[in-house]
């Protein structure tokens, strides 16, 4: 659970790394979590949101 956005779910992906000769290694895609504080319900509370919602969250 640590690893994924309390907002959206985005979550690790696996894949490949794929080299000039290519040649595959498998490697993982971490989305990109930010650390933020909000208010929930009149409460302070510490979430990890991906910049995707964290963006879209400072549009409104």
Same mark, same amino acid.
């Given at each position: 659970?640590?690893? !994924?956005?309390? $907002?959206?779910g985005k979550s690790p992906a696996s894949g490949a790394? $794929?080299?000039h000769a290519h040649n &595959?290694? &498998?490697r993982?895609?971490?989305p990109?979590?930010?650390?933020i504080k909000t208010k929930v319900n009149g409460?302070?509370?510490r979430? &990890? $949101?991906?910049?995707?919602c964290l963006k879209a969250m400072? &549009? !409104?």
């Open positions: 659970m640590s690893k !994924t956005c309390e $907002v959206c790394t $794929v080299s &595959k290694t &498998k993982i895609f971490f990109n979590l930010r650390t409460t302070s509370k979430m &990890k $949101v991906c910049m995707k400072a &549009k !409104t």
